[in-house]
């Protein structure tokens, strides 16, 4: 069972820059899915950004232009780069990983068999 251990959440300014690491163990990440979810309180969790087994990326419109989503594979680690960050950006940001892509068309799916890492905090000030 794959196991995903996010890290990089903290406090920052409007403007500013975080980036978000999720470790990975219990496999190689080369062949999922996976992607970044957020839920920001007494909302729906979303997507926000995923990328595909052939290393396809899609972004939340939201987010489109500020964030990047990017594999390590030698250290089998997901990465998203937030740049010029919003107070609306302010949420927990969940990893994800599944068997296939986690985009399909305009929308988001995580099969039952995904996996989930237990989240880190962002929170952006203005």
């Known amino acids: 069972q794959v196991q995903l251990v996010e890290s990089g959440g903290g406090s920052v300014q409007a403007g500013g820059s975080l980036t978000l690491s999720c470790a990975a163990s219990g496999g190689i990440i080369g062949p999922w899915g996976m992607g970044w979810f957020r839920q920001a309180p007494g909302k729906e969790r979303e997507g926000v950004a995923a990328?595909?087994?052939?290393?396809?990326?899609s972004y939340a419109d939201s987010v489109q232009g500020r964030f990047t989503i990017s594999k390590d594979h030698a250290n089998n680690t997901l990465y998203l780069q937030m740049n010029s960050l919003k107070p609306e950006d302010t949420a927990m940001y969940y990893c994800?990983?599944?068997?296939?892509?986690?985009?399909?068309?305009?929308?988001?799916?995580?099969?039952?068999?995904?996996?989930w890492g237990q989240g880190t905090q962002v929170t952006v000030s203005s």
């Open positions: 994800v990983a599944d068997r296939d892509t986690i985009r399909v068309g305009d929308g988001w799916y995580v099969s039952n068999t995904g996996a």
């Open positions: 990328i595909d087994p052939d290393g396809t990326t």
